[in-house]
């Protein structure tokens, strides 16, 4: 059984028995009552001393917003070891979490719900406690949703920021017993390199960078892109059924176009595929897929901190070891045509090349190892995450034909005044093409790849809505819940792109609680900083092409069955993953 926000409008006075029987979880209108014992968690003979820390919770947070700025710390109830997962403890676990706690029990198909429920209860400024993230055995972890605040951390972290990679402790194991330098293999400092936030982390990420980040730069790769996309698009009616699968193919073959100038052509079904490719996605997927896992369930996150290998850090080991001799074939077979002087012209300006000739200039302190350590790791991240912000947005377009045809001819109207019916950079800018931007904008606003993709860390104490967070700290932002919250947003579960079209529904927000929305920090899903995702720019163009071409291309719509993006099941993978249904699709152009 499935579950969206929708049935977590608890405090709407909304019952869910579904919610109860899945998520053990009080529903709303119980949730008053369900608190009062959870004050009582002391006195009544809870083993742990916390469950009672939070729950001041007559004022929703949203009424807080607007009457009082300062929002109170409260504190989501946690065990030592566990953490917030007090269902993770073998055998009392559930008792324990149901009789006393009753956090919400977070599965890989409920992360949405989860946020929602820990905004209603706790607020816009808590702490939690993740095993695995966090310094120590009681890894406190303060969330707040104030963009002002998340901006104060941002900048007191300087020229050396944490990033998200950071937490994700078993690549360094596995880059390390591979002698990646990259990791910090063979250093004296146990920094992990560019998974760190040193000196090293900062000579890679400038030298990945560069030729990347850059709207410049980005947009030089824009027309192999819509090359790529065109060709992928032919494939859209013989995935119908599977178009998770063509998403990751088309995710692929953009960003083969970008870091080797080349058309691989694997979403395509008439053309042959090279096997080493589709191989090569499956193990993207599948890599990343372990990797969150040993970080999100708190059983292989402890297991991890205590050096254990289990069964899913073997799995994730051998999926690297394959995918690593797979990518360095290929960019040896690269480098030696390089060499060779026999790179086609859009292979010269591709990433790749251009990347080569900088490691081999004479001021470059990156060697080729470290280069081709760099690109693994580029490639691995640009199949999955790039297909699961595509996929959410199509799940919204073909649920509102309304929007997909106006999107459609706002398309139109550029490949029809174009010579060769070609997209461009010129042409998908945010004046030339706003509704395919306020898609976007929508579609993350409902259903963003993740609610919380931003931690950073406080490297001094710092002042928070007014509480002191010491030094050490993980703060992390969660962008999802409030723009979910009927008291801030109009019906927020109907998919309006009208709301980010021009300036209007801006000054509309402003002055209410609703103009956090407007804030840089809820825009995209790429995180913020000097750690801002690097592959941003390519992702975005990448993603606006391909939906753009295929909406250009067929007409698009969702089964019956699934009439709002809420009966649209996901999963937790690298991010969450909405399971496409298969759409009836018809050609524009038969
Ligand atoms: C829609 C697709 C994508 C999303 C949503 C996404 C999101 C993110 C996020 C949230 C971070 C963490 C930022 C932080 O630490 O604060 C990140 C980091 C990173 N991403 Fe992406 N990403 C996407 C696509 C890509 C692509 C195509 C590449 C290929 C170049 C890529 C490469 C990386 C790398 C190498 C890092 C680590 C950067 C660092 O720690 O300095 N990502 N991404």
């Given amino acids: 059984m ?47 001393g916390t ?20 929002p109170t710390l409260k504190d989501v109830p946690a065990v030592p070891f566990f953490g917030a997962f007090v269902n993770a403890i073998p055998f009392i676990g559930t008792w324990l979490n149901n009789t006393f706690y009753k956090n919400p029990e977070a599965n890989r198909h409920n992360a949405y719900d989860t946020h929602y429920e820990l905004y209603k209860r706790f607020g816009t400024f808590y702490t939690t406690y993740i095993p695995g993230m966090g310094e120590g055995l009681w890894p406190k972890v303060y969330i707040v949703m104030d963009p002002e605040e998340m901006k104060k951390v941002i900048r007191q972290e300087g020229a050396y920021p944490r990033g ?3 937490g994700l402790k078993p690549m360094a194991k596995w880059m390390k017993k591979n002698g990646f330098k990259l990791a910090g293999a063979g250093s004296s ?17 400038n030298f990945m ?3 990347l980040l850059s709207p410049t730069s980005a947009a030089g790769y824009v027309p192999g892109v819509a090359n790529a996309a065109k060709i992928a698009s032919r494939g859209v009616s013989h995935y ?9 193919y088309a995710a692929f073959d953009m960003f083969q176009s970008i870091m080797f ?25 599948d890599s990343l897929t372990y990797l969150i896992q040993m970080s999100d369930d708190p059983t292989e996150a402890i297991k991890g901190a205590m050096g254990i290998e289990t069964e899913t850090y073997n799995k994730y080991e051998r999926t690297m070891d394959r995918l690593k001799n797979i990518v360095m074939e290929k960019l040896e077979a690269f480098l030696a045509k390089y060499e060779r002087g026999e790179l086609d012209e859009s292979e010269r300006n591709s990433y790749f090349a251009l990347a080569i000739q900088r490691q081999q200039s004479e001021h470059s302190d990156i060697t080729q190892f470290e280069l081709m350590q760099m690109a693994l790791i580029m490639l691995n991240a640009s199949v999955d995450t790039t297909s ?34 070609m997209l461009s950079a010129d042409m998908l800018t945010k004046s030339k093409s706003p509704y395919l931007h306020a898609v976007l904008r929508e579609s993350h606003r409902m259903t963003p790849v993740y609610p919380s993709l931003m931690f950073k860390s406080t490297v001094g104490d710092i002042e928070l809505h007014g509480v002191t967070v010491p030094k050490g700290s993980l703060v992390g932002f969660d962008s999802y819940p409030i723009g979910m919250d009927p008291d801030v947003v109009d019906e927020p579960e109907t998919f309006k792109p009208e709301r980010w079209m021009g300036d209007e529904p801006v000054q509309k927000r402003k002055g209410t609680s609703a103009e956090v929305l407007d804030s840089v920090m809820y825009r995209d899903p790429f995180s913020q900083g000097a750690r801002r995702c690097p592959g941003s720019r390519v992702a975005v163009n990448e993603t606006q092409l391909i939906l753009s071409r295929v909406i250009l291309d067929w007409k698009i719509s969702a089964p019956n069955s699934v009439k709002s993006y809420k009966d649209v099941k996901y999963t937790m993978k690298t991010l969450l993953v909405a399971h496409l249904p298969e759409m009836t699709v018809e050609a524009r152009v038969p």
């Avoid at 400092?189 to 990420?205: I, P, S, V």
């Avoid at 119908?240 to 990751?248: H, K, Y």
């Avoid at 080349?262 to 979403?267: C, D, E, I, N, V």
């Fill in 240 to 248: 119908a059924r599977d178009l998770n699968t063509f998403f990751n």
């Fill in 209 to 211: 960078q560069t030729d």
């Fill in 164 to 166: 998200l990679v950071e």
């Fill in 2 to 48: 499935h579950f969206r926000t929708s049935q977590l409008r608890l405090s709407r006075g909304h019952t869910s028995s579904a919610l109860h029987s899945r998520v053990g979880f009080m529903a709303t209108v119980r949730l008053t009552a369900s608190f009062s014992s959870h004050a009582q968690g002391k006195e009544s003979g809870c083993p742990f």
């Fill in 261 to 285: 100038g080349r058309l691989s052509k694997l979403a395509d079904p008439n053309t042959p595929s090279d096997p080493a490719d589709v191989e090569f996605c499956q193990l993207a997927v």
């Fill in 51 to 70: 469950v009672n820390a939070a729950l001041d919770v007559s004022n929703s947070s949203i009424q807080q917003a607007k009457s009082a700025p300062t």
């Fill in 189 to 205: 400092d146990d920094n992990n390199g560019f998974l760190g936030r040193g000196e090293t982390w900062k000579k890679y990420r």
């Fill in 388 to 421: 699961a912000f595509i996929n959410w947005a199509l799940v919204h377009l073909s649920t509102n034909m309304d929007v997909q045809e106006k999107l459609y001819q706002e398309l139109k109207q550029h490949v029809d005044a174009s010579e060769d019916g």
